[in-house]
């Protein structure tokens, strides 16, 4: 008999309901695991607001090092907690490994997974089913700018939109790779560069370079304000969406409403072929944390997520097979009209993938 084929997973559940549903994930894993006979190593780390108000640690100076030496994924919860007012801890952890692992593609899929979830009227699974790729390493949160005579009435804010030739060029051209992998047909970009000539000039001539290696692929530009107005009216026009770090943000809490609402989003952060991390797009939640009553489909689609990037798609699939069962039988938290809690939902979830293997799973 071969080896056990096994990846090893850091986890960092972080603050609020990160702590909630991070294990509820995990749990599902485990399940796969034991399903598919194969094996996830996780190791916990307790970096996030608790830690930080007990010894000061943010982000240990060695850890993005570690990560990338020791790790082939971080599963990630959220960051973020009231006795931290300036969100310092979340900052240095969150934006840190975005940047010091240099995850350069944002991904965050829409998918509608039941018509009822959906606040457009008339639409249907067929009609959402989409993913935005937002540049998640340049762009307005660069974090270049200041204040010049702050606090008087005189007072000057800067913040600079950084784009460089090589970040754009790659985001862009990950969009059309992801198209062709997943058989898609259409990308879209989206930019302002009516408004932001210098910055998003950039991006269409790079846009203008790059479609023309992808000559199958149905490729469109879109302001980003039509781009608003069009994922409302019709979202069944979008394949693949891709745009800069800002409106990556926007458009993706757009998408993230009209599949579902943020208690089912997942996200993963990417730089292909390196260690990558995947958190789901909500935050900590401190208005229901420690109530058992957050919803864990959207870290579970997130380790599903991280399951496809690690190259075990069979997985994935049968993890999201499993939530669509959840959701269209009401085995759901009370976000999505369920009376579960956390941790029920959780179970469900796993005793369902022990029963039925990996194949039966899904709805
Ligand atoms: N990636 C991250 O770690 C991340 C992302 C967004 C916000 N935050 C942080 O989280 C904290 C709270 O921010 P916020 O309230 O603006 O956003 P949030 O996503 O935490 O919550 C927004 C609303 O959605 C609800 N909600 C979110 N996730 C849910 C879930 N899984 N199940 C049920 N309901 C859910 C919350 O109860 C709240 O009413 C802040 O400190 C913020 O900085 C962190």
Redesign the pocket.
Known sequence: MGAVESKRIAVIP?????ME?TPEAVKVLEAVCVAAGKKLAFTHFDWGADRFLRDGTTLPPDAPQMLQRDFDAVL???????R?PS?QH?ADI?LGLRFKLDLYVNARPCVLIDKRLTPLRDRTERDINFIVLRENTEGAYAGVGGNFKRGTPDEVAVQEDVNTRKGVERIIRYAFEYAQRKGLKRVCMSDKSNAMTFAHGLWQRVWAEVRKEFAEIESRHLYVDTLMMEMVRDPSQFDVIVTCNMFGDIASDLGSQLSG????AP?GNIHPGKVSLF??????????AGKN???????VLTAAMMLEYLGWPREADAIGGVVRAAVREGKT???LGGSMS?RSVGDWLADRIAKHGLAGAGA
């Open positions: 972080g603050d609020g309901i990160g549903v990630f919860g959220a960051m973020g907690d009231p931290v969100n979340a969150l609402g943020l208690g089912l996200s958190e789901p797009v909500h935050g900590s939640a401190p208005n229901i009553i957050a919803n864990p489909l959207g870290s938290t009370p976000d956390t």
